[in-house]
């Protein structure tokens, strides 16, 4: 039987005015494309728009790109690629770049080479651009998180419910539920919607510490997302953090002799 895999954690990038334009380059010339879709986009819906935008607007500069694009759960990566060579523009001078995430931190202040917005795409800004036929990130999108490990501990979704008790003063304890069991023809034997998932991940190096809680944490915390409890496996669910999770990053307990570090995440299940 093959070893557990590490689990990955892909969340949604909220894409808006500050973060909705496509630049890249054919040849010599350049072109730009803006985003139809608006609020949060999981990444690989959100590859697939633009590599569509693309292709719309190569078509009607006269050379006639098809692109693609795809997203990897295992590295948290998306590529995009055409049917001839072309540079993604990413400079610090363009305005509201997709693949960077815009182009100003919340202070106007324009990002530098090398930086990035919290909603990005795994693009970074630089000022050298690479022709090529496939470009591929070089950094997890925002919202993604996956550790070096397998979760050590898993409650695997038990049924819960909200549920309300009344005490008379003869003793008599009546159970109102306010949440009746959901069944789903797809996933049958599940634990429902509504329940609570606890997870423990040990081991955790300070870049997985870090991506979690600044690449997932910080935009995701308030978020649905995709939990694959395998990132080689494309089985996953919907889930939000709890409260708990939600207020703090965690990952505080430490190995006293090296740096690693451990901690529970708390997440509910909700509907897609």
Not at 151 to 167: G, H, L, W
Not at 192 to 202: D, I, K, S, V
Request: no cysteine; proline share 5%; glycine share 8%.
């Amino acid at each position: 039987m093959p070893l557990s895999q590490p689990p990955a954690f892909v969340g949604q990038i909220n894409i808006t005015s500050n973060n909705n334009e496509i630049y890249w380059r054919e040849g010599v010339t350049d072109l730009s494309a803006t985003i139809s879709l608006d609020g949060l986009q999981y990444p690989d819906e959100l590859i697939s728009h633009i590599a569509s935008k693309m292709t719309t607007e190569s078509a009607a500069s006269g050379s006639s790109y098809t692109y693609t694009g795809s997203f990897s759960i295992e590295t948290g990566k998306v590529t995009i690629s055409a049917t001839g060579n072309f540079s993604i523009r990413n400079t610090t001078s363009l305005v509201g770049a997709v693949w960077s995430g815009g182009q100003q931190d919340s202070n106007g202040s324009s990002f530098a080479n090398e930086q990035y917005g919290p909603e990005h795409i795994g693009f970074p800004k630089e000022a050298i651009t690479t022709i090529a036929d496939t470009h591929t990130g070089p950094i997890p999108v925002a919202g993604y998180f996956s550790p070096n490990y397998p979760v050590y501990q898993d409650s695997e979704d038990p049924f819960d419910a909200a549920v309300a008790v009344a005490k008379s003063e003869g003793g008599t304890v009546k159970a109102y539920d306010f949440t009746p069991v959901y069944e789903d023809t797809n996933d049958f034997l599940s634990g429902g919607f509504n329940a609570t998932r606890r997870l423990f991940l040990g081991d955790m190096t300070d870049t997985n510490r870090i991506q979690y809680k600044v690449n997932f944490w910080r935009t995701n915390r308030a978020r649905p997302f995709r939990f694959y409890k395998q990132r080689t496996i494309a089985e996953f669910r919907v889930y939000q953090l709890q409260e708990q999770s939600a207020r703090n990053s965690g990952f505080t307990d430490r190995n006293p002799s090296i740096r690693r570090w451990s901690g529970e995440v708390l997440m509910t299940r909700v509907k897609t």
